[in-house]
């Protein structure tokens, strides 16, 4: 055995850590399903220009398929690395609880595993995103409340441990804790189909105060997420204060909608959601008074950027006129790719990359970051284009032509590209699990060089 | 040097091919159709095949325990002989005791010499790349078997050519090489799975390929789409060769658990496929591919794979794997296609599982705390899940619902909502496309409302006064015969059993009161702009009237004859008249207005149905080559 490898697992017998960590394994089945997702978009995009193929497929056909691709995207690729975030943040890295976190995963992907057989069967709620019903929809959320568990044996084990000595901190995370109860419950009760929130009666979509609440659960989540991961600039406080104060007023405004069937065509309703492009130069500004790793910054300015472009083309999306002409065309399905393929998917990985810290460089190549990208990023403006068309010739997405199998085939190739960018990272990932990493570092909290000193005493 | 010893295994070649072209084309086929052709069947037909199983069981299990003979060449041309032999005699016409014993020694006679040939393959093939060449033996077998000339021979050509090739063979398996290690084993022979799980995924394997094999053969439709014309037998015994080839490199690079996964896969998807005979032709692929994947294989583990410690061990595994597997495997998949008609699917999946098991074990021995609380999770939200169905009621028997209640669960079963939305949106032009739009109070009745959120067709929340029941169904059943290029699924499976009755009565169902009136009120005030009347040409209107109006108005059409008895009242020839709704004496400039608005919104009340999503122009086409046809003039 070479020094390396002796080192590391003498660090592991020390510190009881097993490879593969914590957030390796998160970032592996958080990819895992990305991919899987795509593959199934990859699927649905085919069957769109080929629609004689759903005759291969038997009783899966395109609409059964439509709730794996969305459902994988939603409760596998974007929430695994949240739950590694909450890792982090409850020290679940840690040992006694470090070895039981794989199980918590495995937990949730077999839960995954078992929603899409549920709805490739026919089982679905009839609630778009919230399709879990029957054996799925008691599965899934007793998934989560392993997670909750762990959290809660972590906050416990660790109640006393330096980092949660402040007293505020250990509020902030028993509240958090105690909120955290409430997902698995709230994920159930939202499943039941006699449960559906506010309509906007001009167009049967989402109110503006439900968007309004919405993009302020992603700024809550922006705003916590350099607190869990990173550290503070001393000198860059304004703009946290300033951050902090924004969010709470906006909080109050949200409460003062209401949460009544209204219309988009009412000035409170976009007048206040229009209030959300505050962030469009906040949170870049917020994120700077923090420190970031330096393999981090690819991905930071690209969910930045992403941003920028996100909060104000949603909001006008929302406005008289606007939302009339895009609602249920392919233009809506653009803005909502740009948030989950880019703001959010990039968002992901730099969240990933942060907590793998070297091993982050799964991440690193140009030329997939550039084709997850470039992909993205025409797949929208296809998107936009073919809503665009449609908002004046709704026949233009029902009957086929030339014009819409031209968008049709772009969209299948540039879904092609994004599975395979997305392939690239799990093959990577998947080498990391598999082989030891480069580093002799334990994925515990333990800093870089202490746990050097520590390989070379045992090594030696 | 080097050529002489790539040819050394020639012999070995010759016989393993030999071997499968007898069993193959005789013992499977040939003598089968002999049976039929001097009227053996039912249960005469059933003890003459019990006859050669039993022969085959026999002879396999106490092949290798048979000294008489001599050296194992003696026996193998002892073999030979007798399956010649009983190829001959199957040349007369034999009654039912005869039959018998002829059945019986061809199976005994097989049973020897598979035993045999397997046990001492080393000695016939060589030492080098000895994988390769089991697979271009049994690639040549299936090749040979599926050559036209001889497939489609009389059983009295097939018995004769197969008595030659065994006749050639006692030839050919006269000299013996001296016994070398192979040179190639397998990467993966360190991790070689038990013999006893190999056995159950050899027998699993043959069990499917039988009844596969059964059910297309008393399937006209699937003999047809599968193994019938001279270009499907060629392209089969292409894809035998090629997959054969495939199998010797799966199980030298890969090992053999991941080489009869792989022949699993290929089988258990041909099995499913055989389900509908209007997937034979990939079942076709599929069922090629997969026998002669795991047909190299079953030669090769007793050959050079199966771990042994000498050759008489050797011997009683082969013997083992090809009474129970061969013989008895094949029994049951007979019996399976002959009493279900078809495979089923917990069957296919029970196999799988086994096919699995090996990694799934591997699985369970590295993650075992992974698998342990998924296990207990998997159990705790099946209890939690029984309890909360019991106290909600959540699942109440279908039989309990009405058809629209059954068909409100279909339609979202079937994920209708990720193309169509119901929701007619006040004040914009869904009110003239679908109108009319319901209040949100009465949309959110609905539990749970299905307003979706993407329309790839049209939206559905007044449906049921757009469009007739007998337009529902043909357009569920078959959506581009009523709707020009739809690219909308075809759910013909759910008119299987009732679900696509209930999806249409759901259909029909989404109406609200005061919805035909609105439609009426509608089409009255509506007619194309005189932009799009002066736009519109009749040439564009033939062309599209042949798109979206001849699959019922077609005076021929076949649209049409297929659904005569559903009209409830069969579509007017437009050429020659008289039309009910348009009057001939009617004002031209009326008649002209009055077809576009039934060309756009259809007639309510009748199967006529309406194109809102065209715009004027193309309406206004329609209505002027329609206006200009005899009919009307």
């Known amino acids: 055995m070479n020094p390396k490898g002796l080192a590391r697992e003498n660090l592991q017998d020390t510190l009881h850590g097993e490879w593969p960590g914590v957030f390796v394994t998160a970032a592996w089945h958080s990819l895992a399903w990305l991919a899987a997702a795509n593959l199934v978009g990859v699927l649905l995009a085919t069957l769109l220009l080929f629609p004689g193929l759903n005759n291969w497929l038997g009783e899966w056909t395109y609409g059964r398929w439509m709730p794996v691709h969305i459902n994988l995207q939603l409760y596998g690729w974007c929430s695994l690395p949240l739950a590694a975030l909450l890792m982090k943040v409850y020290q679940v890295d840690l040992e006694p609880v470090a070895r039981w976190s794989r199980a918590a995963f495995w937990a949730w992907s077999a839960a995954l595993t078992v929603g899409s057989l549920s709805w490739l069967t026919g089982h679905s709620s009839g609630k778009l995103f919230l399709d879990w019903t029957g054996y799925a929809r008691v599965f899934f959320p007793t998934a989560i409340a392993l997670l909750w568990l762990l959290l809660a044996w972590s906050l416990r084990c660790h109640w006393t441990d330096k980092e949660n000595s402040p007293r505020l901190v250990r509020m902030i995370k028993t509240t958090g804790l105690a909120l955290l109860f409430l997902v698995p419950l709230v994920l159930y009760w939202s499943a039941d189909p006699r449960v559906y929130p506010p309509v906007n009666p001009a167009t049967g979509g989402?109110?503006?105060?439900?968007?309004?609440?919405?993009?302020?659960?992603?700024?809550?989540?922006?705003?916590?997420?350099?607190?869990?991961?990173?550290?503070?600039?001393?000198?860059?406080?304004?703009?946290?204060?300033?951050?902090?104060?924004?969010?709470?007023?906006?909080?109050?405004?949200?409460?003062?909608?209401?949460?009544?069937?209204?219309?988009?065509?009412?000035?409170?309703?976009?007048?206040?959601?229009?209030?959300?492009l505050l962030w469009v130069p906040l949170i870049p500004a917020y994120y700077r008074s923090f420190e970031w790793p330096a393999n981090s910054r690819r991905w930071q300015l690209g969910w930045l950027c992403w941003w920028v472009l996100l909060v104000p083309t949603g909001w006008c999306l929302f406005l008289p006129g606007l939302l009339d002409h895009f609602k249920y065309t392919d233009g809506l399905v653009g803005h909502a790719l740009m948030a989950m393929a880019g703001f959010?998917?990039?968002?992901?990985?730099?969240?990933?990359?942060?907590?793998?810290?070297?091993?982050?460089?799964?991440?690193?190549?140009?030329?997939?970051?550039?084709?997850?990208?470039?992909?993205?990023?025409?797949?929208?403006?296809?998107?936009?284009?073919?809503?665009?068309?449609?908002?004046?010739?709704?026949?233009?997405?029902?009957v086929p032509g030339a014009g819409r199998n031209v968008i049709y085939s772009a969209r299948l190739v540039l879904g092609a590209l994004m599975t395979v960018a997305s392939l690239s990272w799990l093959l990577r990932a998947s080498r990391l699990v598999r082989a030891q990493p480069a580093s002799v570092r334990p994925e515990a909290s333990m800093d870089l060089p202490a746990a050097r000193d520590l390989a070379s005493a045992k090594a030696l | 040097m080097k050529i002489e010893r790539s040819w050394e295994g020639w012999r070995g070649v010759s016989?393993?091919?030999?071997?499968?072209?007898?069993?193959?084309?005789?013992?499977?086929?040939?003598?089968?159709?002999?049976?039929?052709?001097?009227?053996?069947?039912?249960?005469?037909?059933?003890?003459?095949?019990?006859?050669?199983?039993?022969?085959?069981?026999?002879?396999?299990?106490?092949?290798?325990?048979?000294?008489?003979?001599?050296?194992?060449?003696?026996?193998?041309?002892?073999?030979l002989s007798g399956c010649a032999l009983a190829a001959g005699f199957a040349l007369l016409r034999l009654d039912l005791v005869e039959s018998v014993a002829v059945s019986f020694l061809i199976g005994s006679a097989l049973g020897v010499l598979t035993v045999t040939l397997v046990t001492h393959l080393r000695s016939w093939i060589g030492g080098t790349r000895p994988l390769l060449k089991v697979g271009l033996g049994t690639g040549i077998g299936y090749l040979v078997c599926n050559c036209p000339q001889l497939f489609d021979a009389s059983p009295r050509t097939q018995a004769l050519v197969s008595a030659a090739f065994c006749v050639l063979g006692i030839g050919i398996a006269n000299r013996m090489l001296a016994e070398i290690p192979a040179t190639d084993p397998p990467s993966r022979q360190a991790a070689a799975p038990s013999f006893l799980l190999v056995l159950a995924c050899f027998t699993a394997l043959v069990w499917l390929d039988s009844a596969a094999f059964f059910i297309i053969q008393n399937t006209p439709a699937l003999k047809k789409g599968t193994w019938e014309g001279t270009i499907h037998l060629w392209v089969n015994g292409g894809l035998h060769f090629t997959a054969a080839l495939g199998s010797a490199w799966l199980l030298r690079r890969r090992g053999l658990e991941v080489t009869l996964a792989v022949a699993f896969g290929f089988l258990a998807g041909a099995c499913l496929l055989l389900s509908d005979p209007a997937r034979a032709a990939l079942a076709s692929g599929f069922y090629p591919l997969g026998v002669s994947l795991y047909s190299v294989a079953l030669v090769a583990y007793p050959s050079f794979l199966a771990p042994a410690a000498t050759v008489a061990q050797r011997g009683r595994k082969a013997g083992l794997i090809y009474a129970v597997a061969g013989w008895v495997g094949s029994a049951l998949g007979i019996g399976m296609g002959q009493n279900l008609g078809h495979i089923p699917l917990a069957f296919v999946l029970g196999a799988a599982a086994l096919f699995l098991s090996p990694w799934l074990w591997r699985f369970f021995k590295h993650r075992k705390r992974e698998s342990l609380v998924t296990a207990a999770l998997l159990a705790i939200a099946f209890g939690v899940q029984r309890v909360a169905s019991l106290y909600t009621g959540m699942h109440r028997q279908p039989a309990t619902r009405t058809l629209v209640e059954f068909g409100h669960q279909t339609y979202i079963s079937e994920g209708c909502i990720n193309c169509h939305s119901q929701y007619v949106r006040p004040n914009s032009p869904d009110v003239i496309m679908w109108g009319p739009a319901e209040s949100v109070d009465a949309v959110l009745h609905e539990q749970p409302p299905l307003i979706g959120n993407r329309r790839q067709g049209p939206d559905l929340a007044e449906v049921g006064d757009r469009r007739s029941l007998l337009w529902l169904k043909a357009h569920f059943i078959n959506p581009a015969a009523v709707s020009h290029s739809s690219f909308m699924p075809s759910y013909a499976y759910l008119f299987r059993d009732n679900r696509g009755d209930a999806l249409v009565a759901y259909m029909e169902s989404l109406r609200s009161a005061g919805g035909r009136e609105h439609r009426i009120q509608v089409a009255e005030a509506w007619s194309p702009s005189p932009e799009a009347v002066e736009?519109?040409?009749?040439?564009?209107?033939?062309?599209?009237?042949?798109?979206?109006?001849?699959?019922?108005?077609?005076?021929?059409?076949?649209?049409?004859?297929?659904?005569?008895?559903?009209?409830?009242?069969?579509?007017?020839?437009?050429?020659?008249?008289?039309?009910?709704?348009?009057?001939?004496?009617?004002?031209?400039?009326?008649?002209?207005?009055?077809?576009?608005?039934?060309?756009?919104?259809?007639?309510?009340?009748?199967?006529?149905?309406?194109?809102?999503?065209?715009?004027?122009?193309?309406?206004?086409?329609?209505?002027e080559w329609v206006a200009g046809l005899a009919g009307h003039r």
């Open chain 1, 206 to 276: 989402p109110t503006g105060a439900s968007q309004l609440e919405s993009t302020l659960a992603i700024v809550a989540i922006l705003l916590m997420l350099p607190f869990a991961i990173s550290h503070r600039k001393p000198a860059s406080s304004r703009w946290r204060s300033i951050a902090g104060t924004a969010f709470a007023v906006e909080v109050l405004l949200c409460i003062a909608l209401g949460r009544g069937n209204n219309s988009h065509h009412r000035p409170a309703q976009f007048l206040s959601l229009g209030s959300v």
């Open chain 1, 344 to 398: 959010v998917t990039s968002l992901l990985i730099f969240l990933l990359v942060v907590l793998l810290g070297e091993d982050g460089k799964i991440f690193a190549a140009r030329w997939a970051f550039i084709m997850w990208h470039g992909s993205t990023l025409g797949y929208i403006a296809i998107m936009f284009l073919s809503g665009w068309i449609e908002g004046y010739n709704p026949m233009f997405a029902m």
């Open chain 2, 15 to 79: 016989l393993v091919a030999i071997t499968y072209v007898y069993f193959l084309i005789f013992a499977q086929f040939g003598f089968l159709k002999h049976l039929a052709s001097i009227g053996i069947e039912g249960n005469s037909l059933k003890t003459v095949m019990g006859a050669m199983a039993a022969g085959g069981i026999l002879a396999s299990l106490f092949a290798s325990r048979i000294s008489a003979g001599g050296s194992a060449h003696r026996r193998l041309q002892t073999a």
């Open chain 2, 535 to 623: 736009m519109a040409h009749h040439i564009d209107g033939a062309l599209l009237f042949h798109e979206y109006c001849a699959t019922c108005h077609q005076a021929d059409g076949a649209t049409r004859v297929a659904w005569q008895k559903g009209f409830r009242r069969l579509p007017p020839n437009l050429a020659a008249g008289p039309l009910l709704y348009v009057p001939i004496s009617a004002d031209p400039a009326w008649r002209l207005k009055r077809i576009s608005e039934i060309i756009k919104f259809g007639l309510p009340g009748t199967d006529m149905p309406g194109h809102e999503y065209l715009p004027g122009v193309q309406v206004a086409a329609i209505a």
